[in-house]
Nanobody, 116 residues
Framework: QVQLVESGGGLVQPGGSLRLSCAAS????????MRWYRQAPGKERELVAF????????TYPDSVKGRFTISRDNVKNMMYLQMNSLKPEDTAVYYC?????????WGQGTQVTVSS
């Protein structure tokens, strides 16, 4: 059974940090490119970070570049998103996504709220 389970969300003050985790099981994790997306209320789902299957390459949109860092551990079948200098506009449900040609999987999401 394929599972992607996010954790680590919560309430944090502006300027604070959170580390999200995504635990993968039931598929060949190391063969999949991975992404973090987020979706705020009333907005479309937005890509916030991408990492290749090997972990050698990452990309970020300008909105999070320099603040967010994506990483993965192909031995533990885990992916992470380190989020620093958080802003209220980072408030959203964050989802992990696994992709390779012909297949993709989504997690259920974890809520991140940035507020004082």
């Amino acid at each position: 059974q394929v599972q992607l389970v996010e954790s680590g969300g919560g309430l944090v003050q502006p300027g604070g940090s959170l580390r999200l985790s995504c635990a993968a099981s039931g598929f060949s994790f190391s063969s999949y490119d991975m992404r973090w997306y987020r979706q705020a209320p009333g907005k479309e789902r937005e890509l916030v970070a991408f990492i290749t299957s090997t972990g050698r390459s990452t990309t970020y949109p300008d909105s999070v570049k320099g603040r967010f860092t994506i990483s993965r551990d192909n031995v533990k079948n885990m992916m992470y998103l380190q989020m620093n200098s958080l802003k209220p506009e980072d408030t959203a449900v964050y989802y992990c996504h696994a992709w390779r040609i012909g297949r993709d999987y989504w997690g259920q999401g974890t809520q991140v709220t940035v507020s004082s």
